[in-house]
């Protein structure tokens, strides 16, 4: 489809979920064969294993929270959010969150709570989460907002709800962005895209919390800049292994161990790979790679997800895996919703 087809939207969203579903199973582990992940991968189009679901985690079910709240609120109601993500943390804490955001979980459930902002403030003695626990649920922003001062906005304020550190908020924002891009087709030039991505950053991290945060953190002056620089140079490469990637841009927790990977998997991914099945399109060769790098492979598949089914559309994606994953389709019916809205706005 054109610029924001309504595949687009079902792209972008069904991926994630996939991304979560199908990366759970290798969630933390610190290398993870090419073989093991297409034998998983294969194991969902296996009709006689009778297409056992494969359960979301955290990262969907904070997403579906955010969609939500988008939706019944006509857009962003941070009250709301918040409320949704506590009620949704109490009626299913056993989604694999991170320790941390379960005190902020826990603390946004109270009534008597005037700051929904102030639990995320109060984590990490006031430093704030720099996990990718905004990041993950970012996706969403891009697809509610057709406006890009409204995507970076909203996305920034979605995640200051568990994430207040500026290594925490400026992935959401970075993810949202790269999805927002990938839905108007701007990956057809992936040159532009990455040189989009980093002018777009470098706004969002000219200012004294990014400044301080990364002193502090000990990280370059603009860290997910000088990450996505990164990201340029691997592009450019002929030969990239599994190690180099892990090595310059991380497979961990922290929102700048796990963004600028998702959006380099996507870009290499963008062409068929040796080490991939000629038989795969664009999302299941991202999806499969994204698991190959280990670590955090759910978080970081479903943020790839979203920014690759955004480029491809839904007509990319496999019914079998659709079948086999928990929640996708309800994001088919939501990304629809969520395109009313955006057209809206
Ligand atoms: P979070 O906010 O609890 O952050 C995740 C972790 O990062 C924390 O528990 C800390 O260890 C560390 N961290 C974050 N900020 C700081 C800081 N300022 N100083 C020191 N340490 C810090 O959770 P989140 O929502 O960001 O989640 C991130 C990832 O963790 C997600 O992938 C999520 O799925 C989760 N996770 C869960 C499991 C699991 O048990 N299934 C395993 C790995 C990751
Ligand atoms: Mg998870
Ligand atoms: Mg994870």
Redesign the pocket.
């Known amino acids: 489809g054109g610029p924001a087809s309504l595949s687009r939207f079902r792209g972008a969203l069904v991926a994630a979920v996939l991304g979560d579903c199908v990366g759970g199973e290798f969630?933390?582990a610190e290398e993870v064969p090419m073989e093991s992940v297409l034998q998983h991968l294969n194991s969902l189009d296996d009709e006689t294993k009778g297409n056992g679901v494969l359960e979301y985690?955290?990262?969907t079910a904070m997403a579906r929270c955010v969609v939500q709240s988008l939706l019944t609120r006509t857009g962003f109601d941070e009250q709301d959010m918040a409320r949704r993500f506590a009620k949704e943390y109490s009626a299913s804490p056993g989604r694999?969150?991170?320790?941390?955001?379960?005190q902020?979980l826990k603390k946004l459930s109270s009534p008597q709570l005037s700051d929904v902002y102030q639990p995320a403030r109060d984590?990490?003695n006031g430093?704030?989460?720099?996990?990718?626990?905004?990041a993950?649920r970012a996706a969403p922003f891009a697809l509610a907002f057709p406006d890009l001062d409204d995507v970076k906005r909203f996305a920034h304020l979605g995640a200051m709800l568990?994430?207040s550190?500026s290594l925490?908020y400026n992935g959401a924002v970075l993810q949202a962005l790269a999805v927002h891009l990938s839905l108007q087709g701007a990956l057809d030039l992936p040159q532009q895209f990455i040189s989009r991505l980093i002018t777009e950053m470098e706004e969002v991290e000219a200012n004294e919390a990014t400044r301080n945060d990364a002193r502090i953190l000990k990280e370059a002056e603009k860290p997910f800049c000088e990450r996505l620089h990164r990201v340029r140079d691997l592009m450019g490469k002929s030969k990239v292994s599994i190690e180099e990637v892990i090595n310059e841009l991380g497979n961990g927790?922290?929102?700048l161990h796990s963004v600028p990977t998702a959006i380099f998997c996507v870009l290499h991914c963008l062409e068929p790979r040796e080490c991939l099945p000629e038989s795969y399109g664009g999302v299941e060769r991202t999806i499969a790679y994204s698991l190959a790098l280990g670590g955090?492979t759910?978080?970081i598949a479903c943020m790839a997800g979203a920014i690759a089914g955004a480029h491809y559309g839904i007509e990319a994606i496999p019914q079998s895996w659709i079948k086999c994953c928990e929640g996708a389709e309800d994001a088919h019916e939501d990304a629809k919703r969520l395109k009313m809205l955006f057209l809206q706005s």
């Open positions: 969630e933390g985690s955290d990262d694999g969150y991170g320790s941390g955001v379960i902020v984590q990490f430093r704030g989460s720099f996990g990718n626990g905004g993950m568990t994430h550190c925490g927790i922290a929102a955090d759910d978080t």
